[in-house]
């Protein structure tokens, strides 16, 4: 049974489909880059962005529902469109790859749940700090670590993305952390001394100890 599929090429920066609309396709990347971005009230998050090999906007298939996010791709970009009978017939006969896609539909749930955690904290210090808490829920971190020591083998685009920030504003809140103490950067790596500090930063930000408090003051 031959599979429906259509394979299509994209230009930098063109939107491939937009938060709220009805979503029909799944793609999968064959090469190039795509940026997943959310709108959070009136602003707009580059919340991923997804290389060869990965699918997206599969969900609005399995939900039947509208794009939860848009999808724009970077530089020239090639994907593989299924449709929702090409989408059930490529799950049905190819057990490895209905599981390969369970699996990611498992971390996306989880990390989809995570970052509106970090996004849901005011102050961009406190996202940063949450950032890496995320990233130690995850063991990511190297084997060298103690019981409150962390490395992290994380690029600082990767923090800004996952906090909702710049880079530059990603970069100033390291080096908030850094003049504290809490942080050390190398060229290849972030040591976190002591990861409690980072757990009483984020709990406070939350309110669960001191309501209001403003993370610049502690």
Known sequence: MSIEAQNIVYNDGEIIFAEFERG????????????????????????????????????????DSPRSATAIALGETKLTAFGRDGFEQLVLTNPQLAFRLLKMF???????????????????????ADVF?????????????TETKREFTVTIDSIARWAGLSVSQAKESVGYYIKLGYLELYKDKFVIKNINNFIRIVSMARGKHKRGADINEI
Not at 25 to 54: H, M, N, R, W
Not at 106 to 128: D, F
């Open 133 to 145: 808490l995320m990233l130690d829920e995850n063991n990511t971190h190297t084997s060298v670590s």
């Open 24 to 63: 029909d396709k799944f793609y999968l990347i064959q090469s190039g880059s795509v940026e997943i971005i959310k709108t959070f009230g009136e602003a707009s998050k580059t919340i991923d962005i997804l290389k060869p090999g990965e699918t997206f906007g599969e969900m609005a298939l399995l939900e």
């Open 106 to 128: 498992v971390r996306r749930i989880y990390e989809a749940k995570r970052r509106a955690l970090i996004l849901g904290l005011n102050e961009p210090n406190a996202r940063v």
